[in-house]
């Protein structure tokens, strides 16, 4: 069987070159090809020797991923839907703003961790995606809304790995995805731009801070281990402490100076002023593990009708909002993009078959709802964040 070129980082196409006998600048040349230009045919491969096309046209492929759908939002949002084979399917969106065009990339289809507010969740695990179906995505939009644009430049200039799956469970593929991204070769893109998104896989983050350091952020969802363990199952295995302390440990090596902190904001579960005190305590100088530099960024949550969920109102998140801030910690509010294609997050490939039974989700555990009423305060400016 025909190798998939976008299977390899570097590293790895320069060993295949090397079995064909081939010296280190020609991988060079061919990954460019790939990756700058998104060229698939050896055959127009201009400065390739004609014996290296030759057997590279019968040895290997430059395969993408068949597109089940393409949808473009009135915001400027493209979605697609790709083609994962076994009746799956995964999506990535790209998020087009004034000085960013940001790229959402799945990394598994489905996913085992099963947070409660999450559709992807809710349909269960399917399987992990290989290194070049994590790159398909990229390669194709990226040269796809180059062709479109009628642009030799980039247009993707971040990826966030909050798509489909949880990124840290599949590690084996998503380090060298990450590699040629960050590749100056491939696409060029800084540490800081490269964004993975975690439940808190805490292992896999001391591993990928030694291996291939990028951003950071941390699906924290909760301030307290008992309706962490709830919302997020993995909490169970890696309690809030713990994660936490991985997150100081990742920061040693991290681009950046913080940890991102998501919060998803669920009305009357997650969202009071008692819990952001709580956040503030954790992350402070008398948390479990001392002061751990961080922003948070709050979600509001994007309702599906399994979840039995809602959204927290505006003016909670905004509440919740000014207590983080007032305590000294910078939050933003993400903003809801492509809500007309049902781009947001969570809402991710809506169409995939659910795995889990009906009765299977009935028997997972109830949520507490705090008893408390909000406590309505004045809505506050200036928290809002242009990402998704
Ligand atoms: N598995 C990784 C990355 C993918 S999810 C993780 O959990 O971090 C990307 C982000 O979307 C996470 O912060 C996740 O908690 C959030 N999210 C999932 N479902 C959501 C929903 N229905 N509404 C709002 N945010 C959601
Ligand atoms: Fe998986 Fe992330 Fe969804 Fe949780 S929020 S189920 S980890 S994709």
């Known amino acids: 069987m025909a190798v998939n070129l976008l299977d390899f980082d570097l590293e790895g196409l320069t060993a295949f070159c090397d079995s064909l006998g081939e010296k280190r600048f020609r991988a060079v040349q061919l990954f460019r090809w790939i990756h700058q230009k998104g060229e698939a045919d050896f055959e127009r491969m201009s400065d390739l020797a004609r014996a290296l096309r030759g057997k590279l046209a019968g040895q290997a492929v430059v395969q993408g991923l068949p597109v089940l759908s393409e949808q473009a939002s009135a ?134 801070r ?36 991985a997150c100081q440990r990742y920061l040693d090596a991290a681009p950046r100076d913080f940890v991102t902190f998501e919060y998803c904001m669920l009305d009357d579960v997650n969202d009071g002023d008692a819990e952001a005190r709580e956040l503030l305590r954790l992350v402070g100088d008398h948390g479990p593990v001392g002061r751990v530099p961080c922003k948070f960024n709050l979600i509001p949550f994007n309702p599906f009708p399994a979840s039995g969920l809602t959204r927290s109102p505006a003016a909670r998140v905004q509440a919740f909002a000014a207590v983080l801030s007032d305590g000294g910690v910078v939050t933003t509010v993400r903003k809801t993009r492509g809500d007309d294609i049902d781009a947001a997050c969570g809402q991710l490939a809506g169409e995939v078959q659910d795995r889990t039974s009906a009765r299977e989700r009935l028997q997972r555990p109830v949520i507490p709802v705090r008893a408390a009423a909000h406590e309505h305060l004045p809505a506050r400016a200036g928290t809002t964040e242009r990402t998704r």
């Open 210 to 245: 030694d291996d291939c350091p990028v951003a950071l952020a941390v699906s924290l969802h909760a301030p307290t281990d008992a309706l962490r363990d709830d919302l997020v199952p993995l909490n169970r295995k890696y309690p809030i402490a713990e994660l936490l302390a």
């Open 75 to 208: 915001d400027g949002t493209v979605k697609w839907l790709f083609d994962v084979g076994a009746g799956n399917a995964v999506e990535t969106v790209f998020i087009p703003e004034d000085d960013r065009g940001t790229l959402c990339v799945s990394s598994q289809a489905g996913c085992a961790v099963g947070c409660r507010f999450c559709s992807t969740g809710h349909q269960g695990f399917s399987r992990n995606l290989t290194t070049g179906e994590i790159l398909a995505q990229l390669w194709h939009a990226e040269h796809q809304l180059r062709r479109r644009l009628g642009t030799t430049e980039r247009v993707v200039s971040n990826v966030v790995m909050m798509g489909m799956g949880e990124p840290l469970q599949n590690y084996a593929a998503l380090v060298p995805a990450l590699r040629v991204m960050l590749d100056d070769h491939g696409y060029g893109l800084s540490r800081r731009r490269v964004t993975v998104s975690t439940s808190g896989v805490v292992p896999m983050i001391d591993r990928l």
